[in-house]
T-cell receptor
Framework: AQRVTQPEKLLSVFKGAPVELKCNYS??????LFWYVQYSRQRLQLLLR??SRESIKGFTADLNKGETSFHLKKPFAQEEDSAMYYC?????????????FGQGTTLQVKP | KAGVTQTPRYLIKTRGQQVTLSCSPI?????VSWYQQTPGQGLQFLFE???????NKGNFPGRFSGRQFSNSRSEMNVSTLELGDSALYLC??????????FGPGTRLTVL
């Protein structure tokens, strides 16, 4: 079965501290994984995708097929990073517009 | 370029009624996906339309249906509304490679 698990509902850190948002997936094929972010009162938007291997707003995520994980990391959290983060898996090897989302993790960065 | 738009933004209905929600994708995008977002279940895929054809369907009852027009605009319909259908309904459009752009959502409340 295709599934995405984000084990933490809430992650609270202080400004300047490192951040790691966990994401594990279950998928039999070759996965395509994404991180989406939703800031307060804004729409859901793409943060990064594993195939582009980019660093967006200081965030990176590495696909680890052995551990079936795609954790999101940032070395120094900023207050403006406070938001809801969703990990998502593209079903059907990315050939269709079906995303399977995790339950989301709220990141709270305290001053 | 204008983003994905959804109308109406808010809707209140009573049990047993039916409702139609509309989504206008970004110009040039041919794929439109619909998701239901609730506090308990998170973001769940409803269906996807591409070039006026349903390309993918999630695990929702037949009361949930959709369609896409030749200009790529899409509608979803929910018949015989139940209290549990209260949710935020999101649509997303994509051009290629499954990078989905989300609309602001329609908040449906069923009384």
């Amino acid at each position: 079965a295709q599934r995405v698990t984000q084990p933490e509902k809430l992650l609270s850190v202080f400004k300047g501290a490192p951040v790691e948002l966990k994401c594990n997936y279950s998928y039999s094929g070759s996965p395509e994984l994404f991180w989406y972010v939703q800031y307060s009162r804004q729409r859901l938007q793409l943060l990064l995708r594993h195939i582009s291997r980019e660093s967006i707003k200081g965030f990176t995520a590495d696909l680890n097929k052995g551990e079936t994980s795609f954790h999101l990391k940032k070395p120094f959290a900023q207050e403006e990073d406070s938001a809801m983060y969703y990990c998502a898996l593209s079903a059907d090897s990315g050939n269709t517009g079906k995303l399977i989302f995790g339950q989301g993790t709220t990141l709270q960065v305290k001053p | 370029k204008a983003g994905v738009t959804q109308t109406p933004r808010y809707l209140i209905k009573t049990r047993g009624q039916q409702v139609t929600l509309s989504c206008s994708p970004i110009s040039g995008h041919r794929s439109v996906s619909w998701y239901q977002q609730t506090p308990g279940q998170g973001l769940q895929f409803l269906f996807e339309y591409f070039s006026e054809t349903q390309r993918n369907k999630g695990n929702f009852p037949g009361r949930f249906s959709g369609r896409q027009f030749s200009n790529s605009r899409s509608e979803m319909n929910v018949s015989t509304l139940e209290l549990g259908d209260s949710a935020l309904y999101l649509c997303a459009s994509s051009l290629v490679n499954n990078e989905q752009f989300f609309g602001p959502g329609t908040r449906l409340t069923v009384l």
